[in-house]
């Protein structure tokens, strides 16, 4: 069965420092992985998104995310953030045969100035 | 841009009325989809729809039907609203083919009271 773990509630993290938001998922097949952001009051956006090809794949508003098969992670990352980051972060694996979309539980990231 | 609407932001209705949530996309997109978002447990796909007249019922379907009469238009009911349905609905719609993402609207915060 597909399952997505986002391990952390939430991350706090100062204005420039870099972020990292943790995901691990579990497919039986080859997966497909999706990160979202949802901003206060409003619907889920698409960041970016991982089928194949390079493990490091690049998003919206400077996030990147790795995929490592290994260990089975796709963490979003950002080299420095911004107070406008915070917000609502979702990951999402799809199993590559399959019509169904699993999203983690969310992460709440809080960006102080 | 993709735009998905969705005809209420916020609904309040008693318990045992009929409840009907409307969503709405301007791609052409073949594949819509009915989730529920509760904090702690992310979005729960409730029916999902891959063409006019068809439908799959998700992870949560108990006590909602859906209905697609239009490509562009997909119908989320609540034949009895109960309390425990108390949440925020979300529509997302995309492309058929695991690899695309999915668009979300804005979402409709119902209460039942």
């Known amino acids: 069965a597909q399952s997505v773990a986002q391990p952390e509630d939430q991350v706090n993290v100062a204005e420039g420092n870099p972020l990292t938001v943790k995901c691990t998922y579990s497919?039986?097949?080859?997966?497909?992985l999706f990160w979202y952001v949802q901003y206060p009051n409003r619907g889920l956006q698409f960041l970016l998104k991982?089928?194949?090809?390079?493990?490091l794949v690049k998003g919206s508003y400077g996030f990147e995310a790795e995929f490592n098969k290994s260990q089975t992670s796709f963490h979003l990352k950002k080299p420095s953030a911004l107070v406008s980051d915070s917000a609502l972060y979702f990951c999402?694996?799809?199993?590559?045969?399959?019509?169904?979309?699993?999203f983690g539980a969310g992460t709440r990231l809080f960006v102080k100035a | 841009d993709v735009k998905v609407t969705q005809s209420s932001r916020y609904l309040v209705k008693r318990t045992g009325e009929k409840v009907f949530l409307e969503c709405v996309q301007d791609m052409d997109h073949e594949n819509m989809f009915w989730y529920r978002q509760d904090p702690g447990l992310g979005l729960r796909l409730i029916y999902f729809?891959?063409?006019?007249?068809?439908?799959e019922k998700g992870d949560i379907p108990e006590g909602y039907s859906v209905s697609r009469e239009k490509k562009e238009r997909f119908s989320l009911i609540l034949e009895s609203a109960s309390t425990n349905q108390t949440s925020m609905y979300l529509c997302?719609?995309?492309?058929?083919?695991?690899?695309?993402?999915?668009?979300f609207g804005p979402g409709t915060r119902l209460t039942v009271t």
């Open positions: 497919v039986s097949g080859n997966p497909y």
């Open positions: 991982y089928i194949t090809g390079d493990n």
């Open positions: 729809s891959y063409d006019v007249k068809m439908k």
């Open positions: 999402a694996v799809r199993d590559g045969g399959g019509f169904k979309t699993i």
């Open positions: 997302a719609s995309s492309f058929i083919g695991s690899s695309y993402e999915q668009y």
